[in-house]
């Protein structure tokens, strides 16, 4: 199993970024995948997830309204879109492939992990 994170960088305060995540090794479509994220000095938070179909997305309270999360089955992908992003939000971002059925919000409901993308939200 391997997830590969990228398209982090650096976005001014108010900008928009997408985060790309490839799957390998395992079948995709039968996993439901969340993205996480970690400042510095603080712990890894739950940001969003996705359903095995696509059908259905959760976010956090925290970024409800300026983040969406996508999939694309036949390419092993998922997609972040992030917009209004905030300093605050300056972190590694992470994509995560958990079982297929049911909400997951929790990092132990994750087995899966990639290495993780920086974003930077700074002027």
């Known amino acids: 199993v391997q997830l590969v994170e990228s398209g982090g960088g650096l976005v001014q305060p108010g900008g928009s970024l997408r985060l790309s995540c490839a799957a390998f090794?395992?079948?995709?479509?039968?996993?439901?995948m969340g993205w996480f994220r970690q400042a510095p000095g603080k712990e890894r938070e739950f940001v969003g997830g996705?359903?095995?179909?696509?059908?259905?997305?959760y976010y956090a309270d925290s970024v409800k309204g300026r983040v969406g999360i996508s999939r694309d089955n036949a390419k092993n992908m998922v997609y972040l879109q992030m917009d209004s992003l905030k300093p605050e939000e300056t972190a590694v971002y992470y994509c995560?492939?958990?079982?297929?059925?049911?909400?997951?919000?929790?990092?132990?409901?994750?087995?899966?992990w990639g290495q993780g993308t920086q974003v930077t939200v700074s002027s």
């Open positions: 995560a492939a958990g079982p297929k059925y049911g909400e997951r919000h929790r990092i132990d409901e994750f087995g899966s």
């Open positions: 090794g395992f079948t995709f479509s039968s996993s439901a």
């Open positions: 996705i359903s095995w179909s696509g059908a259905f997305t």
